[in-house]
């Protein structure tokens, strides 16, 4: 099975760039990399999803390599409220079934 | 659009018990899942429905869950008997699948506790 793996935890202040990144050494061809981000007591909410190269919206940019075997999520000037846990998610296609593997998440603290 | 439901937000009840654990998805999405949610495991996929059949209920844990979508627009997860160790937040997530990693909308989730 493809398997993801992030740092734990993360700490940074406000106004700084926050990278955070993911390998994911088996994924599939087909296979697009999606994060997400989670607040207490809510669920996961989408923030961007590529395939290759770069990808940016009004949130993040999402950087991905050539060989697709990682993903950083780079948040532009990060504020308070950018508190969360984000999760970065790959397909896997296992035998018959495609199964959805969630990386355990970054616990993101923005300080003051 | 109101996003998905879930309800109730919070249960508490006692080991042995029934929970039947309730999700209405976002209108017009096709997928809807089902994922368990601590601080030891993490976020776990328990069953994911497409056009209300089940596809892939491997990450069910026991014979104790069950999962049901009768239509489009409702689903339910049950559990009996629980135990102490089902405590945990139970999400369920919708949305419009042309691949497995596309997007899914989250509801507020369902807190329970068995004690």
């Known amino acids: 099975l493809a398997k993801t793996t992030q740092p734990i935890s993360m700490d940074s202040y406000e106004g700084q760039e926050v990278n955070i990144t993911c390998s994911h050494n088996?994924?599939?061809?087909?296979?697009?990399i999606t994060w997400y981000q989670q607040f207490p007591s809510q669920g996961p909410r989408f923030i961007i999803q590529?395939?290759?190269?770069?990808v940016t919206n009004e949130v993040a940019s999402l950087f991905i390599p050539a060989d697709r075997k990682s993903s950083t999520l780079s948040l532009p000037r990060v504020s308070l409220s950018d508190t969360a846990v984000y999760y970065c998610l790959v397909g896997d296609n296992a035998g018959n079934n495609r199964k959805l593997i969630w990386g355990l998440g970054t616990s993101l603290a923005v300080n003051p | 659009d109101a996003g998905v439901i879930q309800s109730p937000r919070h249960e508490v009840t006692e080991m042995g018990q029934e929970v039947t654990l309730r999700c209405k998805p976002i209108s017009g999405h096709n997928s809807l899942f089902w994922y368990r949610q601590t601080m030891m495991r993490g976020l776990e996929l328990l069953i994911y429905?497409?056009?209300?059949?089940?596809?892939?209920d491997s990450g069910m844990p026991e014979d104790r869950f069950s999962a049901k979508m009768p239509n489009a627009s409702f689903s339910t997860l049950k559990i009996q008997p629980s135990e102490p160790r089902d405590s945990a937040v139970y999400f369920c997530?919708?949305?419009?699948?042309?691949?497995?990693?596309?997007?899914?909308?989250f509801g507020p989730g369902t807190r329970l506790t068995v004690l």
């Open positions: 429905f497409n056009n209300n059949v089940p596809i892939d």
């Open positions: 590529g395939y290759k190269t770069k």
């Open positions: 088996n994924i599939a061809t087909n296979d697009y």
């Open positions: 997530a919708s949305g419009v699948q042309r691949e497995i990693t596309d997007t899914q909308y």
